[in-house]
C-alpha cells in the first residue's frame, strides 16, 4: 500500500510538472518581441534625463542601454522609474532590466540579481558655498535631503546619527529643498551630485564636499535566477569595454569638454 502511494504521488507531480508551460528566459522574450525594455531614470543628469530639445530621455545609461539593445538585435524602450519603483518595476515584471544609478547591495540581493560593476563613485554631499557645512561631521543638528528608497539616506544616518534626513522621490526635489533653505544638504553619489550642481544656473553657488561616506558600485538590475540573460549583459559590458566602446560612451557624457566632468579612474572586472 505503502509503496502504491508513493507511485500515485509521483504519478501526480509528474502530471504538474509536465502541465506547467516551459518558462521561457528573458533572452527568448526580449528576442520573440524585439525589444528590450530598459528601467532608467529620467531626471537623473547625466544618467538619465529628458533632453528639453528634443523630449527625449538620454542619458549615460541610455547610451549603454542602447549598446545592450544593439547586441540583442532588439529595439530599445524605456520606462522612467525611481529609485523607490526601481526594483518593485522589475521583479513585477514591468521592465527586463533597471540602468537607474543603483548600487549594488547585499541586502538587494534577496530580491533582485545584479551585473557586474559598470559604473564606481561613492557618497558626498551638496551644500551651499561658504555655509558651514565641510564634512558629514559638521550636519550634526541639520537636516539633510535624500531620496525614498537610495542607499543615501540609510548611509548618511550611520554616519551621523545627530542629523534629520528628509526624503524626497527625486533628487531635483531634494535639490530644490536645498535652495529653499528646508534642508542644509543633498547627499546621495558624487558622480549625481555633479549633475544636479551643473543643472543649476548658478553652479557656483554650491560645493560639493567631505570624504566618501561609503563607495557606491553601480549594477545593473535583473531579475533573479536568470543566470543565461545576466551572462548575456555581463559579456555584453566586457565587451563594451574592451573595444572602447564604453570609454567613448563615458566621455561623452562625462569627459573634459562636459559639464560633468569626472574622470575616468577606476577599470571594468574583466573575466578570462
Same mark, same amino acid.
Request: net charge neutral; glycine share 6%; with cysteine.
Given at each position: 500500500?505503502?509503496?502504491?502511494?508513493?507511485?500515485?504521488?509521483?504519478?501526480? =507531480?509528474?502530471?504538474?510538472?509536465?502541465?506547467?508551460?516551459?518558462?521561457?528566459?528573458?533572452?527568448?522574450?526580449?528576442?520573440?518581441?524585439?525589444? =528590450?525594455?530598459?528601467?532608467?531614470?529620467?531626471?537623473?543628469?547625466?544618467?538619465?534625463?529628458?533632453?528639453?530639445?528634443?523630449?527625449?530621455?538620454?542619458?549615460?545609461?541610455?547610451?549603454?542601454?542602447?549598446?545592450?539593445?544593439?547586441?540583442?538585435?532588439?529595439?530599445?524602450?524605456?520606462?522612467?522609474?525611481?529609485?523607490?519603483?526601481?526594483?518593485?518595476?522589475?521583479?513585477?515584471?514591468?521592465?527586463?532590466?533597471?540602468?537607474?544609478?543603483?548600487?549594488?547591495?547585499?541586502?538587494?540581493?534577496?530580491?533582485?540579481?545584479?551585473?557586474?560593476?559598470?559604473?564606481?563613485?561613492?557618497?558626498?554631499?551638496?551644500?551651499?558655498?561658504?555655509?558651514?557645512?565641510?564634512?558629514?561631521?559638521?550636519?550634526?543638528?541639520?537636516?539633510?535631503?535624500?531620496?525614498?528608497?537610495?542607499?543615501?539616506?540609510?548611509?548618511?544616518?550611520?554616519?551621523?546619527?545627530?542629523?534629520?534626513?528628509?526624503?524626497?522621490?527625486?533628487?531635483?526635489?531634494?535639490?530644490?529643498?536645498?535652495?529653499?533653505?528646508?534642508?542644509?544638504?543633498?547627499?546621495?553619489?558624487?558622480?549625481?551630485?555633479?549633475?544636479?550642481?551643473?543643472?543649476?544656473?548658478?553652479?557656483?553657488?554650491?560645493?560639493?564636499?567631505?570624504?566618501?561616506?561609503?563607495?557606491?558600485?553601480?549594477?545593473?538590475?535583473?531579475?533573479?535566477?536568470?543566470?543565461?540573460?545576466?551572462?548575456?549583459?555581463?559579456?555584453?559590458?566586457?565587451?563594451?569595454?574592451?573595444?572602447?566602446?564604453?570609454?567613448?560612451?563615458?566621455?561623452?557624457?562625462?569627459?573634459?569638454?562636459?559639464?560633468?566632468?569626472?574622470? =575616468?579612474?577606476?577599470?571594468?572586472?574583466?573575466?578570462?
Amino acid at each position: 500500500m505503502r509503496k502504491a502511494a508513493r507511485l500515485t504521488v509521483l504519478a501526480c =507531480l509528474f502530471t504538474l510538472v509536465a502541465a506547467m508551460p516551459a518558462l521561457a528566459g528573458k533572452l527568448d522574450d526580449i528576442k520573440s518581441r524585439g525589444t =528590450l525594455v530598459a528601467g532608467v531614470k529620467d531626471s537623473q543628469r547625466p544618467f538619465g534625463f529628458v533632453d528639453e530639445k528634443t523630449n527625449q530621455i538620454v542619458g549615460f545609461e541610455i547610451d549603454l542601454m542602447q549598446a545592450l539593445a544593439t547586441r540583442l538585435n532588439a529595439k530599445l524602450e524605456l520606462k522612467p522609474v525611481t529609485s523607490s519603483t526601481r526594483i518593485p518595476m522589475l521583479t513585477q515584471g514591468a521592465v527586463d532590466i533597471v540602468a537607474a544609478t543603483m548600487t549594488h547591495k547585499k541586502e538587494r540581493e534577496d530580491q533582485i540579481d545584479f551585473s557586474i560593476t559598470y559604473f564606481m563613485t561613492g557618497q558626498k554631499l551638496l551644500v551651499k558655498k561658504d555655509g558651514g557645512i565641510k564634512s558629514v561631521a559638521d550636519l550634526a543638528g541639520k537636516k539633510v535631503g535624500s531620496v525614498k528608497g537610495s542607499t543615501s539616506e540609510q548611509n548618511v544616518k550611520k554616519a551621523q546619527p545627530d542629523c534629520t534626513v528628509i526624503s524626497f522621490e527625486t533628487y531635483p526635489e531634494a535639490f530644490l529643498a536645498l535652495k529653499q533653505g528646508k534642508v542644509q544638504a543633498v547627499t546621495t553619489d558624487e558622480s549625481i551630485l555633479v549633475g544636479i550642481k551643473n543643472s543649476d544656473d548658478k553652479p557656483e553657488a554650491w560645493d560639493i564636499v567631505g570624504e566618501y561616506i561609503s563607495p557606491e558600485p553601480y549594477g545593473l538590475g535583473v531579475a533573479e535566477n536568470d543566470s543565461d540573460f545576466r551572462d548575456f549583459v555581463n559579456a555584453a559590458l566586457m565587451d563594451m569595454w574592451e573595444k572602447g566602446e564604453y570609454q567613448k560612451i563615458y566621455d561623452k557624457w562625462f569627459g573634459k569638454d562636459t559639464k560633468d566632468y569626472l574622470p =575616468l579612474t577606476w577599470k571594468m572586472e574583466l573575466w578570462p
